[in-house]
């Protein structure tokens, strides 16, 4: 792939010069236009949001079988959110780790180093993300699908593999995209920020003739990182007194196309980022910024919704998919490149009828065909393949998921699910019981098992100076019980307190063999989790709204006793927006907490809070929307730790930076 060049002057000149040209002719063109803004919502119809993700069918968020948080548009622009990390880490429960590479999701105190994000499943419209070689679900500026094209986000927390699988482990994200044409508008974003940041966005929204809607998208992002990082591990004169020169860039484009009309919806997404390594890990060279990964990810993805008559509803999907891993990896000067190659399709139907007024059933079946799941890892000089592992497998699954309304005020739920894959089968329930005693009190008791097979990266993946291979991996299993109460306070409060309860069984977990010192997966010691989860949320009318929350979670290795690596005991946030002078200027600030975390070394980061401000202007012309954030305000120097593949015990993470936003709406 070479060292990575500076962008052209032209394309850097592209986004200050096209932000330039959107003021002006917004401000040429005055009026205002309103936008609707769910955050003004009254307790009672909060209470009637709707979740899919849940149940595989839109439902009350009070009549999930989970405990669900749903993230709008709204909240994405209020708080300045740039990626689907940003979104996750300011919810309860939920925390992030960042390796100046990717980006890792930790749930209810369990973040592992290794783990590709394989224990939350990742889904865009109800598409599985996670791809088929790592089990990887991207949530950095990896993630495939630009933030300003979400309508909302459902975070159904709990084990959700009783209907859809392996990967719903600790959580399913349902991320949800805007309507293809039920308006028609052209959407131009441009936004530059710290680090020498740019990011360029072209929304295109029509409705034709026949009733086809059409949503297209494109857009482009492109960062210089930091210019010099330190790392003490490597303060010696070889190697540069440890200093990480122009090796942190990032930059990736992405393309959305959606169609819909009569019961059918059509998707294709296409993405690709390229990040440049700092930290030297796997041993490579350090201070050499041709050592980067290159991420591409794609699928064609076609739905069919049918109303049958008045009690029942078919659903019907098929859907191909790619992924491409291309990582460049310098050791002594020598180009090493590390290849995955993922490609799969498959369907799913889904059927769910009424026999009965309190009844609902659903059964679903799902297929499909790994075509590829190839893994390559070879010296460039002279080529040598040290790896050449080529796969392909298939799974077949059936669910079938019954809520019954035993009186008006207590709901049972029940769902199974057996999925037969190439080399493991599982079976996996869901109970639920769903109390509402009065007008606003809702009581959840909920019991759920969950499982993920290994991938082929753990099962397969071989390196002979890093790494080793162990086919005699098995699957690894969660069981949790859970108590959730949702109480209404008054006309604009809710309160939501949750205890929690699991256990996991056979953890696959990378860690470094004391006979070779090479890193290997292995089915380890149990995972034991008490936690309790509080969160309250509001608003004061017009004048603000908000939410803060705590989490505890204690999490124990079984057998030792001892607490996991990256699992912080404590985590509270705190979100609130309130107008500034009048409605069309809006403030939204942030503070997150989180607890000392134990390292691979045995040692503990500090604890740290991070706090970010955003101000958004709307309405300030026709079209024209202005924000501007700054992230990290008091420059807060905080660490995450690490993984076996780096010679750091943890990493330090960004400071204060900025972000400066133009949309525009023609």
């Known amino acids: 792939m070479g060292y990575k060049s500076a962008p052209p002057k032209s394309a850097r000149l592209f986004i200050p010069v096209t932000a330039f040209f959107l003021l002006l002719h917004a401000l040429v063109f005055g009026d205002n236009i309103v936008l609707a803004d769910l955050t003004e919502m009254s307790i009672e119809e909060l209470m009637n949001v709707t979740v899919y993700g849940a149940s595989k069918f839109e439902q009350k968020t009070t009549e999930a079988p989970s405990s669900v948080s749903i993230i709008t548009s709204e909240d994405i622009k209020k708080y300045g959110y740039r990626t689907l990390s940003d979104i996750l880490k300011s919810q309860r429960s939920f925390y992030i780790t960042y390796d100046r590479n ?171 980022r390229e990040k440049g390594i700092p930290t030297a890990s796997f041993e490579t060279d350090f201070n050499d910024s041709r050592n980067m990964t290159v991420d591409e990810r794609g699928y064609a993805y076609l739905r069919y919704e049918r109303q049958l008559g008045d009690n029942s509803q078919i659903m019907g ?123 606003g009190t809702v009581f959840k008791a909920i019991y759920g098992q969950a499982f993920r097979i290994p991938n082929s990266y753990e099962l397969y993946y071989e390196e002979a100076t890093t790494q080793k291979s162990n086919e005699d991996l098995g699957p690894e299993t969660i069981r949790t019980h859970e108590i959730i109460w949702e109480q209404s306070l008054g006309k604009n409060f809710n309160m939501t307190v949750d205890a929690f309860h699991y256990t996991i069984s056979d953890l696959i977990h990378q860690h470094s063999d004391p006979e070779d010192d090479l890193l290997v997966f292995m089915n380890s010691n149990d995972i034991e989790t008490d936690g309790v989860e509080l969160e309250i949320g509001g608003n004061l009318g017009d004048r603000a709204e908000g939410r803060v929350s705590y989490t505890y979670q204690n999490a124990k290795e079984a057998e030792e006793r001892t607490r996991p690596v990256n699992s912080p005991r404590h985590l509270a946030k705190l979100n609130l927006t309130a107008p500034v002078l009048d409605e069309n200027l809006i403030a939204g600030l942030e503070a997150q907490y989180t607890s000392k975390r134990e390292t691979l070394a045995g040692d503990q980061t500090d604890a740290f809070i991070v706090s970010n401000l ?40 960004d400071g204060r930076a900025f972000r400066l936003k133009i949309t525009y709406v023609f």
Do not use: C
């Open 102 to 272: 990717y980006s890792y999701v930790g749930v209810r105190g369990f973040g592992r180093s290794g783990d590709y994000n394989g224990r939350v499943l990742i889904l865009i419209d109800g598409h599985r993300t996670n791809d088929n070689v790592y089990d990887q679900g991207f949530i950095g500026t990896e993630f495939p699908l630009d933030v300003d094209l979400i309508e909302k986000i459902e975070i159904v927390r709990g084990p959700g593999s009783a209907l859809y699988g392996s990967n719903a482990f600790f959580a399913v994200i349902n991320v949800i995209t805007r309507k293809a044409g039920t308006t028609e508008w052209m959407e131009a974003s441009v936004d530059a920020g710290a680090l020498e940041t740019y990011k360029g966005r072209l929304s295109f929204v029509h409705e034709f003739n026949d009733g086809t809607g059409v949503l297209l998208s494109g857009s482009i992002m492109d960062s210089e990182g930091r210019s010099r990082l330190f790392f003490s591990e490597f303060d010696d004169p070889s190697t540069n007194d440890g200093i990480a020169e122009n090796a942190d860039y990032d930059r990736n484009h992405g393309f959305f196309l959606k169609l819909s009309r009569s019961g059918f919806t059509l998707e294709g997404l296409y993405a690709s």
């Open 317 to 439: 999907r098929l859907f191909y998919d790619v992924y491409d891993y291309d990582g460049t990896y310098m050791y002594g000067g020598v180009t090493n490149k590390d290849l995955g190659k993922g490609t799969w399709w498959g369907g799913e139907t889904l059927y769910s009828v009424r026999p009965l007024d309190k009844h609902k059933l659903s059964l679903g079946a799902e297929y499909q065909v790994n075509s590829k799941q190839d893994q390559k890892y070879d010296d460039q000089d002279p080529l040598t393949a040290d790896l050449d592992d080529r796969r392909d497998s298939r799974r077949l699954a059936v669910y079938l998921q019954d809520e019954f309304a035993v009186t008006e005020s207590l709901i049972f739920n029940a769902g199974l699910r057996h999925d037969n894959y190439y080399r493991f089968e599982s079976t996996n329930p869901r109970l639920a019981l769903i109390y509402s005693p009065f007008d």
């Open 614 to 653: 955003t101000i958004l202007g709307r309405n300030l012309a026709r079209g024209l929307e202005l924000s501007g954030s700054i992230y990290n305000i008091f420059d807060k120097r905080y660490h995450d730790p690490s993984g076996d593949e780096y010679v750091q015990d943890f990493i330090e993470q």
